[in-house]
C-alpha cells in the first residue's frame, strides 16, 4: 500500500537547524503537489510550505526567509530545510503529498514527526 514516511525531526536548540524528510512508496502513478503542515499544542493544523510538481513554492509568513522546501522527484521525496529555528516552531510536522494511485489523486499524510525547539 502507499504510505508518507517521515524522517529528521528531533530536539535542537533555538537558532539551530534540522532537515525533515518525506519519502512515498508504494504503487505510484504520480506525484502532484507535496507539503509540510505542523499543529503545536493547543493549535490548528497549518500549513507550512507547499512545492507543486512544477517545482513552485509557497510559504508561510512565519518561516519565511528560514525554511525552504524542495524536491527530488525521481525519488518521490519533499525535504524541509529549516534553518534559525526558533521555540515557536515546535510542533509535530506532517508530510502531506497528493499521490496517484489510480484513476485519481488522492490526498495522504505521513505520520508525523515531533520538532522541539529549546530556548
Known amino acids: 500500500q502507499v504510505q508518507l514516511v517521515e524522517s529528521g525531526g528531533g530536539l535542537v536548540q533555538s537558532g539551530g537547524s534540522l532537515r525533515l524528510s518525506c519519502t512515498a512508496s508504494?504503487?505510484?502513478?504520480?506525484?502532484?503537489?507535496m507539503a509540510w503542515y505542523r499543529q503545536a499544542p493547543g493549535k490548528q493544523r497549518e500549513m507550512v510550505a507547499t512545492?507543486?510538481?512544477?517545482?513552485?513554492?509557497n510559504y508561510a509568513d512565519s518561516v519565511k526567509g528560514r525554511f525552504t522546501i524542495s524536491r527530488d522527484s525521481a525519488k518521490n521525496t519533499v525535504l524541509l530545510q529549516m534553518n534559525n529555528l526558533e521555540p515557536e516552531d515546535t510542533a509535530v510536522y506532517y508530510c502531506n503529498a497528493d499521490l496517484r494511485t489510480s484513476l485519481l489523486f488522492l490526498t495522504y499524510w505521513g505520520q508525523g514527526t515531533q520538532v522541539t525547539v529549546s530556548s
Open positions: 512545492i507543486g510538481s512544477d517545482k513552485s513554492t
Open positions: 508504494g504503487r505510484i502513478f504520480g506525484i502532484n503537489t
